[in-house]
């Protein structure tokens, strides 16, 4: 059966044959993918499975390891809020209870427009000044409530 | 000739402006007649400063902190106006000479000694302040001579285990094998810890220079940075960094004209404390779940797909250069006991001064904080300071003149680790500190070991009985067999370690258990 990629998945062809050769793979594919793509759809195991020679249930295992990856789409920003002990001397309590309550979703959950999700992250390495978040690839520090409110208003600008 | 601003690319002062700072230099520049230009340096690690903007001067670079855009007219006002010329700094933010700053003042730096001086990817700056002169030193001695000199130096792995790195080294170079592996370890996990991510912003060249001469001590001819996806920043630098050495020839299939090859590659993790032990790590690299082996095999014996590999800790690998270059006694006479050399200590969490502190081993604890912390940020009593991450103890407020050294730390059942030192007020509640340990626990167990796997999800439990008070006196006792319960059977320090930071938590602040001083005797 011959089948029609989608540009996504002709992607994921590209990225795995470009990365499959290096010594222990599958973590460079799938950051690779998930940077892509932004998640690791169950089309994109199938095809990294075949091509690393594994089975879909072995990449899956690697996959549910690791907090990092997604097997479905994130929100346009991902937040990510640091829970770690420097942080909660900082007040990070206090934040993240501000944050679901401003975003009315809870952590592993997204907007309804699809605009955020949120989900907690163990450290930063940026602990002398907590509380912190990160917002896709970015590090913000010193995040009180009313900052935190700001940066998600001023986010489509800042973040393009 | 043109004048300097540096203004870090570092990520902590990026978090809170640094790039927005640099641009408003930028814009003022264009639109002004001044031979200044912006240089993106690393950090000094003075982050309650940063952004900290410095100027080059005759005397040595001036600085200002913490620099918001706004600031910047004015700054560079006082810049043309005073510093131009020669005359002393007048602004609300003026630090004066950077080398003054008491805190950078009283450090002893080492491994840290060119972080914030340097445009971290260029390797003129690096070679300017001694970079790759343990490489050129070490290329002319023979592997056990660069072994020896490890050894001689008191190195001890500074990842957390303390295990004296030369006698790492020399089991891998006493293996025989057609492959061997360099593998930074470069996961940093520890909540209040940064030193890692320090030196791979600030002197990323530092960290290439000790893996290339770790693998021309056991002949190992590929190296990996096993680096948390935490640190985008970091990243970016050292694949910048990576590049710059090749093309100079510091990397690639004939180091430094040497015959030898090196090669490095970094690998990111996704998001897995547990990956920060060693074996975890190698089995992530080998693209697996990253599961705990069983040891033996050792890592140096049977590592990376199976062949020699040193895993060394970021901070190991960095001080390596230093030994190299000024010699072992020029590192081992700084210390205690035997603890040798410096740690670069990574001050955070409720104080006003958080940075990098890099001393010798041996001050008190207590002195650590009176000297450079500035008191807490909440300006409320210390109540605790956890030292070493997640898996060590809280310390109360009467136990502050622990002195920095490993069997110090050991003998107070307390953890050293990577250094990490964070400070809490007396609003913490340490029942809700010991639970997010037993939490910490759960969510990062890799899940091998039942009383790991399963007994933090018991500990959770049982912590929330203790705190909404059911059975409290039994649930106590159980909490306390649930710690013994892990700690012996547990592979791993994730499961065998939880416990230290749970137990301090009730032995010591047993008042935030509902204890009174009698009613908590389980030792
Ligand atoms: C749960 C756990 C997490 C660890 N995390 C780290 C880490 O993030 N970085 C690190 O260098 N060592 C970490 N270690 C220690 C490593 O297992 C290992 O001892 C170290 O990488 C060896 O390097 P060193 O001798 O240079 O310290 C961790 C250990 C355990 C048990
Ligand atoms: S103690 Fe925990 S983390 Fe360590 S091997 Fe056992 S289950 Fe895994
Ligand atoms: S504890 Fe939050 S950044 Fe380190």
């Known amino acids: 059966m011959k089948i029609e990629f989608s540009s996504p998945l002709s992607n994921v062809e590209n990225i795995i044959d470009s990365l499959k050769n290096k010594e222990g793979s599958l973590l460079p594919i799938l950051h690779a993918i998930q940077k892509e793509v932004g998640y690791i759809a169950p089309k994109a195991i199938e095809r990294i499975a075949t091509k690393l020679k594994q089975t879909p249930a072995e990449i899956h295992g690697v996959i549910s390891f690791y907090h990092q990856f997604r097997t479905t789409p994130p929100g346009k920003y991902q937040i990510k809020i640091c829970r770690a002990e420097a942080c909660q001397a900082r007040g990070s309590r206090a934040l993240e209870a501000h944050a679901k309550d401003f975003l009315a979703i809870d952590y592993h959950q997204m907007t309804s427009d699809k605009k955020f999700s949120l989900d907690s992250v163990y450290c930063l390495g940026n602990c002398a000044t907590g509380p912190n978040i990160r917002i896709n690839d970015e590090l913000y520090g010193r995040i009180s409530n009313q900052r935190f409110d700001q940066i998600l208003s001023n986010v489509d600008s800042d973040l393009k | 000739m043109t004048t300097k601003i540096f203004i870090p690319r570092e990520s902590t002062a990026i978090s809170l402006g640094a790039h927005q700072v640099a641009q408003a230099f930028t814009h003022y520049l264009s639109q002004h007649d001044l031979d200044i230009k912006v240089i993106r340096n690393g950090s000094r690690g003075l982050f309650w400063l940063e952004p900290m903007v410095e100027i080059e001067t005759a005397q040595g670079r001036m600085a200002y902190g913490p620099v918001a855009p706004a600031d910047v007219a004015s700054i560079m006002e006082d810049i043309s106006q005073n510093i131009l010329h020669e005359k002393p700094q007048c602004h609300a933010l003026a630090l004066g000479l950077t080398e003054n700053i008491a805190y950078l003042?009283?450090?002893?730096?080492?491994?840290?000694?060119?972080?914030?001086?340097?445009?971290?990817?260029?390797?003129?700056?690096?070679?300017?302040?001694?970079?790759?002169?343990?490489?050129?030193?070490?290329?002319?001695?023979?592997?056990?001579?660069?072994?020896?000199?490890?050894?001689?130096?008191?190195?001890?792995?500074?990842?957390?285990?303390?295990?004296?790195?030369?006698?790492?080294?020399?089991?891998?170079?006493?293996?025989?094998?057609?492959?061997?592996?360099?593998?930074?370890?470069?996961?940093?996990?520890?909540?209040?810890?940064?030193?890692?991510?320090?030196?791979?912003?600030?002197?990323?060249?530092?960290?290439?220079?000790?893996?290339?001469?770790?693998?021309?001590?056991?002949?190992?001819?590929?190296?990996?940075?096993?680096?948390?996806?935490?640190?985008?920043?970091?990243?970016?630098?050292?694949?910048?960094?990576?590049?710059?050495?090749?093309?100079?020839?510091?990397?690639?299939?004939?180091?430094?004209?040497?015959?030898?090859?090196?090669?490095?590659?970094?690998?990111?993790?996704?998001?897995?404390?547990?990956?920060?032990?060693?074996?975890?790590?190698?089995?992530?690299?080998?693209?697996?779940?990253?599961?705990?082996?069983?040891?033996?095999?050792?890592?140096?014996l049977e590592g990376l797909f199976g062949k020699p590999t040193i895993v060394n800790n970021v901070l190991s690998l960095a001080a390596i250069p230093f030994i190299m270059s000024e010699g072992s006694h020029a590192y081992q006479q700084y210390g205690t006991n035997r603890s040798r050399g410096t740690l670069p200590f990574q001050l955070a969490g409720n104080v006003k001064q958080g940075g990098l502190i890099e001393l010798p081993f041996g001050s008190s604890l207590k002195d650590l904080i009176d000297d450079f912390s500035g008191g807490t940020a909440s300006n409320r009593p210390i109540k605790a300071i956890q030292v070493g991450g997640p898996l060590g103890a809280y310390l109360p407020s009467h136990k502050l003149d622990i002195l920095l050294d490993y069997e110090a730390f050991s003998k107070a059942s307390a953890v050293l680790g990577h250094g990490g030192i964070v400070v809490f007020d007396d609003s913490v509640d340490m029942l809700e500190q010991a639970r997010f340990s037993m939490e910490f626990c759960v969510v990062e167990s890799c899940g091998k070991c039942t009383p790991c796997r399963i007994g933090s999800t018991r500990g959770v439990e049982v912590i929330d009985r203790i705190k909404n008070d059911e059975r409290r006196a039994e649930n106590m006792i159980l909490l306390n067999d649930l710690c013994d319960t892990m700690i012996d059977g547990s592979l791993c320090a994730m499961g065998g370690m939880t416990p230290i930071p749970v137990r301090s938590a009730f032995t010591d602040f047993p008042q935030d258990f509902f204890l009174t001083t009698q009613e908590n005797h389980h030792d």
């Open chain 2, 105 to 300: 003042k009283k450090q002893t730096r080492l491994t840290f000694a060119r972080a914030g001086i340097t445009d971290p990817v260029s390797l003129d700056d690096y070679l300017a302040l001694d970079g790759f002169k343990g490489l050129q030193k070490s290329i002319a001695l023979s592997t056990q001579e660069i072994v020896t000199a490890v050894v001689d130096s008191g190195l001890r792995g500074r990842g957390g285990a303390a295990f004296p790195t030369g006698i790492k080294w020399q089991t891998v170079r006493d293996a025989t094998a057609d492959k061997k592996y360099i593998v930074c370890n470069a996961d940093e996990g520890d909540s209040g810890t940064f030193a890692d991510k320090l030196v791979m912003e600030c002197d990323p060249f530092m960290l290439i220079e000790g893996m290339i001469i770790a693998g021309l001590a056991v002949g190992a001819d590929q190296g990996y940075i096993y680096l948390r996806s935490e640190y985008p920043i970091a990243d970016a630098i050292l694949q910048q960094a990576i590049e710059v050495a090749g093309v100079a020839g510091y990397l690639g299939n004939d180091v430094c004209g040497s015959g030898k090859s090196f090669n490095l590659e970094v690998r990111l993790g996704a998001e897995a404390y547990i990956c920060g032990e060693e074996t975890a790590l190698l089995e992530s690299l080998e693209g697996k779940r990253g599961m705990v082996r069983f040891k033996p095999p050792l890592p140096a």
